[in-house]
């Protein structure tokens, strides 16, 4: 069974940081491209980062770059999203998601896209002061 457990999630204050956990199981990251995405209640889901299953491909959201560092350690079967400089315009629910394809070539993100991932239930990011 295939599951994605996130943590990490806290009300942080502007220029803060955090680091968002996701232990999986049920599958080897050795296959599977992981990916970071977050969502605001009435607005769709967006994709902050991603890395394919060879680390070839690491794939960031501009609004998060050179801030937000995606790494994976698939010993302990976790894959981390570190976020440094925070803005308010991070808060959001951070979802993480594993599928085969999901980091090749960029993130993918249409709603076809979206069903065909295993997902997280999320962790809670307020950055506010």
């Known amino acids: 069974q295939v599951r994605l457990v996130e943590s990490g999630g806290a009300l942080v204050q502007p220029g803060g940081s955090l680091r968002l956990s996701c232990v999986v199981s049920?599958?080897?990251?050795?296959?599977?491209?992981l990916g970071w995405f977050r969502q605001v209640p009435g607005r769709e889901r967006e994709a902050v980062s991603c890395l394919t299953s060879s680390d070839d491909n690491i794939y960031y959201t501009d609004s998060v770059k050179g801030r937000f560092t995606i790494s994976r350690d698939n010993a302990k079967k976790t894959v981390f999203l570190q976020m440094n400089s925070l803005k308010p315009e991070d808060t959001a629910t951070y979802f993480c998601?594993?599928?085969?394809?999901?980091?090749?070539?960029?993130?993918?993100?249409?709603?076809?896209?979206?069903?065909?991932?295993?997902w997280g239930n999320g962790t809670l990011v307020i950055v506010s002061s």
């Open positions: 998601a594993a599928d085969t394809t999901l980091c090749t070539g960029g993130i993918h993100t249409s709603k076809s896209d979206y069903l065909r991932y295993f």
């Open positions: 049920g599958f080897s990251l050795d296959d599977y491209n």
